[in-house]
């Protein structure tokens, strides 16, 4: 029988993969703002309508809005921690899922235990 486990991917942090990581966050971070931005223009346009109820939109809108500035929140956390982080620390970057042959008599320890593929620079270089 297979089963679908999921397995860390981790990244062990260079210069160029940390210059790599804060572009990306940054313009997670742009794209959060434009959103909020066109939220509020929207927001606008159809408080102007009529037959809308504005406590409605601007509750709605509101909702959303702060969903994205959360995330902004989140994103300039994780810019920080980024700071800190020496070179060659390691980083969980996502989770993949891998098939696992399971038998009886299999050694369940040895299926269940914490494995992880190790990336630098786009490369892997270890499989635990």
């Known amino acids: ?15 160029r993969s940390k210059e ?16 909020c931005q066109q939220l509020q223009f929207e927001q606008r346009k159809l408080q102007n309508k009529k037959g809308v109820s504005k406590h409605e939109v601007a509750k709605r809108f509101q909702q959303e809005i702060k969903k994205r500035k959360d995330k902004i929140k989140w994103i300039e956390f994780q810019l920080e921690q980024l700071d800190i982080l020496p070179i060659g620390s390691e980083i969980t970057e996502e989770e993949v899922e891998t098939l696992v042959e399971v038998e009886e008599g299999s050694n369940w320890s040895d299926i269940s235990d914490n494995k992880a593929i ?3 620079d786009g490369i892997v270089i270890q499989i635990t």
């Open 1 to 15: 029988m297979k089963i679908i486990r999921k397995i860390p991917v981790k990244q062990v942090i260079t210069e």
């Open 20 to 35: 790599r990581l804060v572009k990306q966050f940054n313009q997670n971070k742009q794209q959060l703002e434009q959103e």
């Open 118 to 120: 190790i990336v630098k």
